[in-house]
């Protein structure tokens, strides 16, 4: 027998937008932590600020989707409601995909080698990286900005 399913969760699309930003996630913090061995990025090495700034991202990759996965009392009692906290959130991907799709429409742009060898110029990752970038942002902005609806019976 197949259990009866409400044809409208609102707490579904939720849970898309946390799987979605923690893809997102995993695909901007292993970049990151790339760049940073290979000397770019924010602080550019390995060294403790650029360790620092790998680790805040691992936590910024964890605790994101962990907020928006489910209601957490704690959180929107003190802090902000999920939908506040996923609009909020869609705003500062859109600001990080303006800045990234600046770099892709560089008219020069340097290279990094590729781990696999040879080399992936900075527009070819930085377009990686917008697209990665938009596809969780619209994820995230369905959950935030959709009406909530009654599952009908």
Excluded: C, N
């Excluded at 760049?35 to 691992?58: C, E, H, K, Y």
């Excluded at 996965?69 to 859109?94: C, G, K, N, Q, Y």
């Amino acid at each position: 027998m197949i259990p009866e399913h409400p044809p409208f969760d609102p707490g579904d699309r939720y849970r898309d937008a946390a799987r979605a930003y923690l893809a997102y996630g995993i695909v901007y913090w292993i970049g990151g932590a790339y760049l940073a061995m290979q000397g770019i990025g924010v602080r550019g090495s390995m060294s403790a600020p650029g360790l620092t700034w790998i680790g805040l991202g691992l936590v910024f990759v964890v605790v994101i989707p962990y907020l928006l996965s489910r209601p957490r009392r704690w959180f929107e009692r003190w802090v902000l409601s999920r939908r506040d906290f996923a609009r909020i959130l869609t705003l500062l991907m859109a600001v990080r995909a303006w800045y990234v799709l600046r770099v892709v429409l560089r008219p020069e742009t340097a290279s990094v080698a590729a781990p696999w060898g040879g080399e992936i110029t900075f527009r070819v990752g930085g377009a990686v990286f917008f697209l990665v970038t938009v596809v969780a942002m619209l994820f995230v902005a369905i959950a935030a900005w959709s009406a909530d609806q009654k599952a009908i019976e």
